[in-house]
């Protein structure tokens, strides 16, 4: 036990010592958390609009009004002709057109069926499906379809655990991961490497401490770096966003210390194989990548394809962004995240033995 304190404290001064990492663990989520929820949005709005009114009437002019007048479109004018607003849309410059025919509202007022033109450049696909959708909602309010009006009527809707569809909320934990999976996971992968690189790994090999005892402090400081980092993120939650966890923080902390061991242990994992910073941190990056995107993190896996969702089984990012969005967002409690708990802590145990066995002490 006195061996692994000793080590511990190596551990922390070497991280003391150096002038960048102790700026970096404090100043990485400060940047991430204030930054990021606001740049990291699938929100879609600001879309730009051109409108073709070749109607010209009173009506027709009521719903340019009404298409100016919404938060989620920018008005780029009205063009002379459909031909005109096409180019804008191949130079980019608009991302809708909105084409009103000729004699639509004379058609509207003698019963004859006309339609409107909404043409979308859905080279982003979310992006123009949603823009379709807002649009259409405009031109049906401002027609006054029964059929729409008799629907909404009937239906009401109940956002439930987000209730202003604050996407903020959503993105948060989600930046919690990716800090755990980037400090806890680059950190550890650099350590051993670095070391090996100055030499300085040789004078431990010829050491009489133990393997677990050696990777322990390796590990337990970052352990502890993680509390840290998590601290700061519910600060600033709290003081920036407003934004404060429906759920007991004591189940985050678990869930956080439990993808630090998996994370931790897998970083030193990859240090052990490699005998250079190059080396490490392109392995580690080619399986963070994958971790990251096939999670659940950004989007939701049943839109995965089967055989993609099978993966998950065995990613330890997706149990934490389970977990944490439950309790995070919807409040639950230990038996809620239960699952989540026992695969991480299975993962874990598995990758901090791995680690453990993958370390060669003796090196001739």
Not at 238 to 263: C, D, K, N
């Amino acid at each position: 036990m006195s061996t692994i304190k000793h080590l511990i404290r190596k551990e922390f001064l070497q991280i003391r010592r150096n002038p960048f990492l102790p700026k970096f663990i404090v100043i990485f989520p400060v940047v991430i958390m204030c930054v990021m929820p606001w740049v990291m949005n699938m929100e879609v709005k600001n879309i730009v609009v051109d409108v073709v009114d070749n109607d010209r009437s009173p009506f027709s002019q009521q719903l340019v009004h009404r298409i100016e007048a919404s938060r989620y479109f920018i008005f780029h004018g009205q063009k002379p002709n459909y031909k005109a607003a096409l180019k804008d849309v191949e130079r980019s410059e608009a991302d809708l057109i909105v084409e009103i025919p000729a004699g639509f509202s004379r058609d509207r007022q003698n019963g004859r069926n006309a339609q409107i033109l909404i043409a979308v450049n859905a080279v982003n696909g979310t992006k123009g499906m949603m823009g379709s959708r807002y649009m259409s909602q405009i031109v049906a309010q401002h027609l006054a379809i029964p059929a729409f009006i008799k629907s909404e009527d009937a239906v009401s809707v109940l956002y439930l655990y987000n209730k202003h569809l604050n996407y903020k909320l959503f993105m948060i934990p989600a930046l919690m991961a990716i800090l755990v999976m980037l400090i806890c996971g680059t950190l550890p992968a650099l350590n051993i490497v670095t070391e090996k690189e100055a030499g300085t790994i040789e004078a431990i090999n010829v050491t009489p401490v133990s393997k677990l005892s050696f990777i322990l402090a390796k590990l337990i400081p970052y352990w502890l770096i993680v509390v840290i980092v998590m601290t700061i993120c519910f600060l600033l939650s709290w003081l920036v966003y407003g934004i404060t966890s429906a759920g007991s923080l004591v189940l985050i902390y678990l869930l956080a210390l439990l993808l630090a061991f998996v994370i931790s242990g897998f970083g030193l994992v990859i240090s052990n194989y490699n005998d250079t910073m190059q080396q490490a941190m392109f392995v580690l990056w080619f399986f963070v990548m994958i971790f990251l995107l096939m999670s659940g993190l950004f989007t939701p896996v049943r839109s995965m394809p089967e055989w993609a969702q099978m993966t998950t089984v065995i990613n330890p990012i997706h149990y934490f962004i389970d977990g944490i969005r439950t309790v995070f967002v919807r409040g639950g409690n230990l038996q809620s995240i239960a699952h989540e708990v026992e695969a991480l802590a299975l993962i874990a145990l598995l990758m901090d033995l791995w680690a453990v066995a993958s370390y060669k002490k003796n090196r001739r």
